[in-house]
């Protein structure tokens, strides 16, 4: 069983950051990701606010320039899942690769598309049901589709969509929207977009494929039909947590619970990013975040 000084669970910017730091200071170091290097972020088609890229950047090129320098100082990195954590420390990392050792663990494992919960969703994911709009958006080319939120991310997604589809409807269940005032602004001047306010979408229809969306007015009550051939699904994130609940105290919308210094509840557990309590959920604070959580790491394992 090989054994770290420092295992990184999640490869996000917060993960990654970690990693850097990590490495640079000499730790013998592992990341463990499960899906793509750098995170949530790859599916952004544009990065508009991170330092150092007056112009933007793609996502998935932002990813790729982190992984590669973190790994550059000697940072090992896995595609793994991780199943389980033993007591410690020394803690046990139990993964789909294998069972590694860690004298201290940072747990940046970020969070996941939150679910509308409602008939056809599960079904038909795959099918016409999507969270991602970068990763599926050109599917629907010349097609009607619809976007659920009224956040960033909503309208991040349906700027993206209105490069492929026809026709994208934003269905929001509130009547004005939360995200910020430069994305609404480009929103409503892309005359492909068609808002549709204070709804909800109550069921999914299609047999093989999404066809069609039941939608509820709030403020009447009524009913009515959508035809659409997919629906993209942006209301927000819940951080993936619950999985470490029996080694660090989680809060009660089931964020890890951290001090300014990133440290848990566990000794030798720090978290950091999207994952952690009071998280600002962006790629800049997160990554903050894993430099906290590496240096907070390299003082932990030299003064015990």
């Known amino acids: 069983m090989a054994s770290y000084q420092v295992v990184i669970i999640g490869g996000g910017p917060a993960g ?82 294998g069972t590694f050792e860690a004298q201290t663990i940072i747990i940046a494992a970020g969070s996941e598309p939150r679910k509308l919960g409602i008939p056809g969703e599960d079904r038909l994911l795959g099918h016409g049901v999507s969270y991602c709009a970068t990763c599926d958006g050109f599917f629907f080319r010349d097609q009607e589709v619809a976007v659920v939120g009224g956040g960033d991310t909503a309208l991040t997604d349906a700027l993206e969509l209105a490069q492929h589809a026809r026709r994208v409807y934003v269905i929001h269940r509130r009547d004005q929207l939360r995200a910020s005032q430069v994305l609404q602004e480009r929103a409503f001047a892309q005359p492909k977009l068609e808002f549709i306010w204070d709804t909800v979408v109550e069921e999914i229809g299609g047999e093989e494929l999404v066809s069609q969306l039941r939608l509820r007015h709030l403020k009447t009550g009524q009913l009515s039909t959508l035809k659409v051939s997919g629906i993209f699904v942006a209301i927000g994130l819940k951080p993936n947590g619950q999985r ?17 210094l990133m440290a848990t509840s566990a000794p030798g557990i720090f978290a950091a990013g999207d994952i952690r309590r009071n998280s600002a959920r962006q790629a800049i604070t997160a990554a903050g975040d894993g430099a906290t959580a590496a240096i907070s790491a390299f003082k932990y394992l030299f003064s015990t």
């Open 244 to 260: 470490f609940a029996t080694a660090v105290a989680l809060n009660e919308t089931g964020h890890i619970v951290t001090d300014e």
């Open 16 to 97: 990654l950051s970690a990693g850097l730091y990590a490495s640079r200071s000499g730790l013998k170091c592992l990341l463990l990701e499960r899906g793509m290097f750098g995170g949530q972020i790859v599916n952004a088609r544009r990065v508009e606010n991170y330092p150092g890229f007056p112009e933007g950047i793609p996502g998935w090129e932002l990813g790729s320039l982190m992984h590669q320098q973190a790994t550059r100082y000697g940072l090992e990195s896995i595609t793994a899942e991780v199943m389980a954590l033993s007591a410690g420390p020394p803690y046990r990392v139990f993964t789909s690769q």
